[in-house]
């Protein structure tokens, strides 16, 4: 599931409510669902097993490749008949990569916007990975590793899962990919049995539903990432929960850019922000090449502190039954009948 950074992050002044202020501040992973519209449900007089209208839902991310900032997992669902006329022909969702950030978060505050046809026929969610929380899966040590593939597919999971807790009924899903799409086609394809799997590369421009998922996890993670540094900036000020102020006047950039590794800005700014001891904040990843190289020269360039940590060692070999070792035991072996004294043979009776 790509995402290629964008030559230049420009504010959008619009901000979804994907964006939980209080949780991306804290470093903390979570999801945001839309309300699910009711034309998608069941009538409310309707049997137990009634089903409401068959939905496409579509799948893709944002932000997996940078060091700043979280990743961002969106979805994307309307019913079948709807994805092509209301999706690309009306609106014009297309690959978020290739729409300026403008039109993005105009196509946002539409499906946000409760009098629109978007808002009433399609419903979405984000899953935010926090850069902490990837940072902590990916440095677990030895076997418990849980790597960044993991972690998306676990998240994809999830957000499929969440619709179908909230009643919508799934019948197609379209996945964007970046990995071996058969692999990934038949691991979800066992988890959701029912429901009829693509996953491709370039989804994102195949289908409209994934088009339309790749602008909700792109806008998400654009607002995420601004939040972010208003909260980092001396005298900026953190994006809240429904804000839609636009950004202060001749602001047009964030002074460490798009996050990405390859971007100047970005590693300008982890070399000018990196506390001595502790790095940085929740919005960098300390698992990526950029953050650890930069922590483990830090200290031979007079810019941070090492810090030896002392080995674990298991010196202590002794065993609960060595507390209860008589002579005897010695002689014979009898380590077990030796626990509540010396054993007793037959002579004694």
Known sequence: MGDSQQPEYVTSGFVPPSIHSAALLAGDTYSHFSPVPPSLLPPSDAGPDAAGPPCALGVDEAGRGPVLGPMVYGVFYLPLPLSDPLLRDTHHFDDSK?????????????????????????????????????????????????????????????????????????????VDTIGQPAAYQAKLER?????????AKKADSLYPCVSAASVCAKVTRDAALETLWRARNKGGRAIQEGDEAAPEQGEKTMAWGSGYPSDGRCVSWLKG?????????????????????????????????????????????????????????????????????????????
Request: some cysteine.
């Open 191 to 199: 988890v959701f049995p029912t429901a009829k799997i693509t996953v």
């Open 98 to 174: 290739v729409l300026t950030p403008v039109v993005r978060s105009a196509l946002m505050q539409t499906l946000c916007t409760p009098d629109s046809n978007l808002h009433s026929s399609c419903g979405w969610a984000v899953a935010s990975l926090s850069a902490r929380d990837i940072g902590a899966g990916m440095l677990r040590p030895g076997v418990s590793v849980y790597n960044l593939n993991a972690q998306a597919m676990d998240a994809t999971v999830e957000l499929i899962k969440g619709v179908y807790a909230r009643g919508v009924n799934v019948r197609e899903i379209y």
């Open 273 to 349: 922000n990196m506390h001595p001891v502790f790095g940085w904040g929740p919005e960098c990843r300390f698992s990526w090449g950029t953050a650890k190289d930069m922590i483990e020269a830090a200290p031979t360039k007079g810019g941070g502190v090492k810090v030896e940590w002392p080995v674990d060692e298991d010196t202590d070999t002794h065993r609960m039954t060595d507390f209860f070792v008589s002579r005897d035991q010695e002689k014979d072996g009898d380590e077990l009948g030796t626990w509540f004294g010396t054993p007793a043979g037959l002579e004694a009776f």
